[in-house]
């Protein structure tokens, strides 16, 4: 079983920044595709920003040019630097994981944190 552990969450201004971190309980060359989810208060679950093994990424609309996401094997850890975040980026930030091979094949998923972000 893959764990994953979310960080980085708060509260912050309109037009401020802040960076997610999601820290994998194995080795991160395992996992083939990560991302980020949101999801606000009775809206859908909604995607934020991917990156492959590889290191592709790829953005949701809402948040092309302002959200960078990376990843760390090293550290076995992915990143969402988030800047000039909005009042409407307010939302529960999930990361996830996909592994397609044995022994940890699964989607897997963090336990969320919220960020706020007040006008």
């Known amino acids: 079983q893959v764990q994953l552990v979310e960080s980085g969450g708060g509260l912050v201004q309109a037009g401020g920044s802040l960076r997610l971190s999601c820290t994998a309980s194995v080795n991160s060359q395992h996992i083939n595709y990560m991302a980020w989810y949101r999801q606000a208060p009775g809206k859908q679950r909604e995607l934020v920003a991917s990156?492959?093994?590889?290191?592709?990424?790829n953005y949701g609309d809402s948040v092309k040019g302002r959200f960078t996401m990376s990843r760390d094997n090293a550290e076995n850890t992915m990143y969402l630097q988030m800047n000039s975040l909005k009042p409407e980026d307010t939302a529960v930030y999930y990361c996830n994981a996909r592994i397609y091979l044995s022994p940890y094949a699964g989607t897997y998923w963090g336990q969320g944190t919220q960020v706020t972000v007040s006008s």
């Open positions: 990156i492959t093994y590889g290191d592709i990424t």
